[in-house]
């Protein structure tokens, strides 16, 4: 699913943020990245995303190589990874139903297949019912579902999460984790940012440590 | 678009048999899309109201100065059309020439070949004349002695097809003694003219101006709209909307403002032109001219709003265009 072949990156102004990472992520592996902060884990993450361009080495998406696609065909990619945030990034001055629907919007669904699928996705994540309510008035793990519910909609074969329990309660952050498992055991691909040792060490997966910018454990 | 790897290209068949229809289901899709962003512009142009509408007067003020001087130009040209008729010669006799000498005078002139029509024009009449139509008429009886020289209007023949005729003419009666001045009519809608073409070459250079002006007014205005909703882009683009998909609303907000601004101006202008019309006809009727103010036919105003809305569109387009290319999701 997922392929780092010796990668770097390097920005001009602070030197290499990653160094010769090399793993490979299989269709259906749950993983987490973790490291202290400033270790890369946002830097390999906005590397999957394509926000950013690696130095050197090769990274391969679902067959293809990120390097070698055009600014043109990101957004085909990103269709096909669903992005989880530590703030959310939901729309403020919209409901949570046109948070949810904005990636089969853009997509090009069909309004009714888009209010099915909404609804489906909301359902899964616990917050059906809540689809007129703004964001705003929603509490944070409930917010985080609402991006959890946004991130799958478009049934992508991988999820990447980025601290998604960052500024959760370890109760709130277990289910969310919970949450994860589930999309894991119908065959998604799922990859998670976390310093949250902890809760990690209970959760018996794979673990890639990161340390200034190398890959220290696998 | 360039042709993707196999793989992505199964997984976008998968989504299209999901959402249920083909290709009609697609571009129907496409369709609601761009209603909704033309109708989602709308709104949020309404909605902040106050902005808006500062936007639009200042472009109304814009386009409104553009088309009122394309109509003053069409205006003077209607003016300078209507004197190519004129194409005749006044002869100003000698003061010494008695009135039965100069009668004989333009006796003779009807036997020129090159002659068409003469029309003799004594001192009383010219008096009488001016009396009535310069609105002078008391100041004339004041004077002792009528000042007016006796007028004799020469219509030179196929005057219309061939000009040396006239000019001929012209160079001709210059060098009779009873003529004090020949003075050629057909100089002074000449000179007219190329005074109104000068306007023309002018106004057009200034239109240009004012529609760079509106462009950049409205770039201005997409770019503050595009700065507000830079977060909602963001996230747009992280979840995988093209540049495509994300400027077309700011296209549609850049063409309402444009639109309505035309209305505006089309507005400004047309009370501008009742304003002036009867004052300036009444003026014609002083001069004895038939002269109506000629305003925006439907075609021109069709082209105005379509120019508005135009200039609107391109002035998003180049700011969300560039922007776009460097807003990065980080």
């Known amino acids: 699913m997922l392929q780092f072949d010796k990668v770097s990156m390097r920005y001009p102004e602070v030197g290499d943020v990653l160094k010769n990472i090399s793993f490979q992520l299989h269709p259906g592996e749950m993983s987490f990245l973790t490291g202290h902060s400033g270790a890369g884990k946002s830097s390999l993450f906005k590397l999957i995303a394509v926000m950013e361009r690696c130095t050197r080495g090769e990274i391969v998406f679902a067959g293809q190589n990120l390097n070698k696609i055009s600014d043109r065909q990101i957004p085909y990619i990103r269709r096909s990874m669903g992005l989880i945030f530590q703030d959310y990034k939901l729309l403020q001055d919209r409901t949570v139903f046109d948070n949810v629907a904005l990636p089969l919007v853009i997509a090009g669904y069909r309004h009714g297949e888009i209010s099915r699928r909404v609804r489906a996705a909301l359902d899964k994540v616990g917050l059906l019912g809540k689809e007129k309510k703004y964001p705003m008035t929603l509490s944070g793990g409930e917010q985080q579902r609402v991006g959890i519910a946004r991130a799958v909609v478009n049934k992508p074969p991988m999820i990447l999460a980025d601290e998604p329990t960052g500024n959760l309660d370890p109760e709130l952050s277990k289910e969310i984790m919970h949450l994860f498992e589930q999309f894991q055991q119908v065959g998604v691909t799922v990859l998670i940012a976390s310093h949250d040792i902890s809760l990690i060490s209970k959760m018996n997966y794979r673990v890639l440590t990161l340390d200034h910018g190398q890959l220290v454990a696998s | 678009m360039r042709k993707r790897p196999r793989h992505q290209q199964k997984q976008e068949g998968r989504q299209t048999r999901i959402s249920g229809g083909g290709f009609i289901d697609r571009l129907k899709a496409y369709r609601d899309l761009h209603a909704h962003a033309l109708f989602s512009s709308l709104g949020r142009l309404i909605s902040s109201r106050f902005a808006s509408v500062m936007t639009i007067v200042v472009l109304a003020i814009g386009i409104s100065l553009a088309s009122g001087f394309y109509i003053l130009v069409k205006n003077l040209q209607q003016l300078a059309g209507n004197l190519e008729s004129s194409n005749q010669i006044s002869l100003f006799l000698k003061d010494d020439v008695s009135d039965i000498n100069a009668k004989k005078f333009s006796e003779n002139l009807k036997k020129n070949p090159d002659v068409q029509e003469v029309k003799f024009i004594s001192k009383e009449q010219a008096l009488k004349e001016f009396e009535t139509y310069?609105?002078?008429?008391?100041?004339?009886?004041?004077?002792?002695?009528?000042?007016?020289?006796?007028?004799?209007?020469?219509?030179?023949?196929?005057?219309?097809d061939d000009e040396a005729v006239t000019q001929n003419l012209f160079e001709h009666f210059k060098l009779v003694p009873e003529v004090d001045l020949a003075q050629m009519d057909m100089q002074w809608v000449k000179r007219l003219q190329s005074i109104v073409e000068v306007a023309r070459r002018g106004v057009q250079l200034l239109s240009g101006l004012l529609g760079i002006g509106v462009l950049f007014i409205t770039a201005n205005t997409i770019r503050l709209e595009l700065h507000n909703r830079r977060e909602e882009v963001v996230i747009a683009k992280l979840v995988g909307a093209t540049n495509g998909f994300i400027q077309r609303p700011f296209l549609y907000s850049g063409f309402w403002l444009g639109f309505f601004s035309g209305v505006a101006a089309w507005f400004i202008v047309t009370f501008t032109a009742l304003v002036l019309k009867q004052p300036i006809e009444k003026l014609s009727g002083l001069y004895d001219g038939s002269f109506h103010v000629v305003f925006l036919d439907f075609f021109e105003t069709f082209a105005m709003l379509s120019i508005s809305a135009l200039l609107g569109m391109v002035g998003s387009w180049i700011v969300v265009h560039f922007q776009l290319r460097q807003l990065k999701p980080e």
């Open chain 2, 134 to 160: 310069s609105g002078f008429g008391s100041a004339v009886k004041a004077l002792e002695k009528n000042p007016l020289p006796i007028v004799v209007q020469v219509i030179p023949k196929n005057s219309f």
